[in-house]
């Protein structure tokens, strides 16, 4: 199955996001499906990836994109069928691809059997002890159980007809699973083996601080929440996931947990990755930091650093179905990303050729760091956030939670553009229904434009991937800093490796190499150019 069959694949892989919903449309109803993730799995291959990571592909109605799980074993009628996911992912393993799917453990749909079954069986029935139902205070139960605030705004609570309350830390159609609850665990662990039996290499575990509560429920307030956090990263979660890990080891070849983990405290987040718990977590300190030298350089040490005390691997990201853009993102002012400034930073100016610029030289940074990469669809194309959309096509519940004042996470969403055929650019085929969310014209930037512009970002990445996978220091292992010019970041990997990073306004003095393996702007005359990367071999 697979030629290169390391064990710790997980450790040194580049790992491709795809949100099913964007990528590709092969039956013409303005949704991607699998059936289009299948005819672009060649794609995937040449691009040089080692692995899939899929947003959720479960049944859903939708309320966020998906996670709002109705049923963990099973494929949305607009994906395809169960059948289906299971043949791509043998077609991905015929061609070296590891396949993770996303598990969503702090909630699920209004619309899973299980909601549906407490709001039948109505209050102190077993059903009702899955979630967190409980009595309102006031009067007459008028008012919800405590002062808990949704992370989409607004309250997170609803009231059902009975009278009572359930919480949801997200939007109303996820009600929180409680996990106080035995049945909860085994469900879980059941639903780990459903998908590691039908071959998939590995999890993504999603809001993976957030499933334990304070059992008491207490009011706090949130500029200044007690410690430890009344429903973040409390010490009893991480007994989820040891028994997590025993059964992703229980398999012969051992499967990979890979956690969304959020937290600021990041020997907190390093205790995720004990040896007995997750294999890896993504880096959202990376993720938000701004193209800074010395604020970049400081986000690797303390990454490293935290990683090397448990073992671990870092993971590098740029962007992900979450964030705005790095094209976008890095052609501004404020290069940083916060989800708390994302209403206030919404349409400030952009400068998109400085962006692909700095975007560019990003990508060669973080593969060349020390661990694996995570690339979310359409990077690879340097695609700019969309935000420009219609309100009238919005569909994140941010979005519609806040009243319309924050601009929520559609604008990184917007499908992929393949090739010039079409209102669409290739997502979908001549005739069908719009795109799920409207493109710009993105002719320029399409698969097959930048397959033919030797230039492109595309061809960037693919020269990229290529070089990564043929340097055995590449991956997981040692780095060395270069001791270099203030705005300069510049380190070496085992093999005479070099990699230099210039995020100042002036071209700089590259170090003595025998060659420039790749750059994302050509030096000239010894020079790498301002905001440009270049590997180079040194010895």
């Known amino acids: 199955m697979f030629h290169n069959d390391a064990r710790d694949w997980w450790r040194h892989a580049v790992i491709y996001q795809v949100y099913p919903r964007s990528f590709?449309?092969?039956?013409?109803?303005?949704?991607?499906?699998?059936?289009?993730?299948r005819a672009k799995l060649g794609y995937l291959h040449t691009l040089g990836i080692n692995a899939i990571w899929f947003s959720p592909w479960y049944p859903s109605p939708m309320a966020d994109a998906g996670y709002d799980v109705a049923d963990y074993r099973d494929i949305d009628p607009s994906f395809g069928t169960l059948a289906e996911a299971e043949a791509l992912i043998a077609e991905a393993h015929e061609l070296d691809i590891r396949i993770i799917v996303d598990i969503v453990p702090n909630h699920c749909s209004d619309a899973h059997a299980w909601f549906q079954r407490a709001l039948a069986e109505g209050p102190g029935s077993p059903a009702r002890d899955l979630f967190w139902f409980r009595a309102g205070r006031g009067e007459h139960g008028e008012l919800p159980p405590n002062d808990?605030?949704?992370v989409f705004n607004g309250p997170a609570w609803t009231r059902v007809a009975d009278g009572e309350w359930y919480l949801h830390l997200f939007a109303p159609e996820q009600p929180d699973l409680n996990w106080e609850n035995p049945l909860v665990r085994d469900e879980f662990e059941d639903i780990l083996r459903f998908w590691f039996d039908r071959g998939v290499d590995g999890i993504r575990i999603d809001s993976a601080a957030m499933c334990v509560k304070d059992p008491e429920l207490a009011d706090f307030d949130p500029a200044a929440p007690p410690t430890p956090h009344p429903f973040v990263d409390r010490d009893e979660i991480h007994d989820i996931y040891r028994s997590w890990r025993t059964v992703a080891d229980s398999y012969e070849t051992p499967r990979a947990l890979i956690g969304e983990v959020w937290l600021a405290d990041i020997d907190r987040f390093a205790q995720y990755l004990r040896a007995d718990e997750m294999h890896a977590a993504f880096n959202f300190d990376f993720l938000g930091c701004p193209w800074d030298a010395k604020a970049l350089r400081h986000c690797v040490d303390a990454t490293l650093a935290s990683h090397a005390g448990v073992g671990a691997p870092s993971t590098w990201v740029l962007c992900n179905h979450d964030v705005t853009r790095t094209v976008t993102r890095y052609g501004r002012a404020e290069t940083g990303f916060e989800h708390g400034l994302r209403q206030a930073r919404h349409l400030t100016p952009t400068d998109e050729a400085?962006?692909?610029?700095?975007?560019?030289?990003?990508?060669?940074?973080t593969l060349a760091l020390p661990g694996s990469v995570y690339v979310y669809q359409g990077e690879e194309l340097g695609l700019p956030d969309v935000e420009q959309l219609p309100d009238d096509t919005r569909q994140?519940?941010?979005?519609?939670r806040s009243g319309g004042t924050d601009p929520g996470r559609d604008g990184c969403r917007v499908p992929l553009p393949w090739s010039s055929a079409g209102s669409s650019h290739g997502f979908s085929p001549s005739g069908a229904a719009p795109a799920w969310l409207p493109q710009p014209d993105w002719a320029h930037l399409t698969v097959e434009a930048q397959q033919a512009d030797p230039g492109s970002m595309l061809r960037l990445y693919q020269a990229a991937l290529a070089v990564r996978g043929a340097e055995a220091g590449l991956g997981d292992g040692p780095m060395?800093?270069?001791?270099?010019?203030?705005?300069?970041?510049?380190?070496?990997?085992?093999?005479?490796?070099?990699?230099?990073?210039?995020l100042s306004t002036e071209a700089v003095e590259l170090p003595e190499h025998s060659a420039v393996l790749l750059a994302s702007v050509e030096p000239a005359g010894g020079r790498l150019p301002a905001d440009a990367a270049a590997w180079l071999r040194t010895a």
Do not use: K, M
């Open 148 to 150: 808990w605030h949704s």
């Open 480 to 502: 060395t800093w270069l001791d270099t010019p203030e705005q300069v970041v510049a380190f070496t990997r085992p093999g005479g490796f070099t990699c230099v990073v210039n």
């Open 354 to 365: 400085l962006g692909l610029r700095r975007a560019r030289a990003a990508a060669l940074l």
């Open 396 to 400: 994140d519940p941010i979005y519609h």
């Open 24 to 37: 590709a449309d092969a039956n013409g109803d303005g949704v991607g499906d699998l059936a289009g993730i």
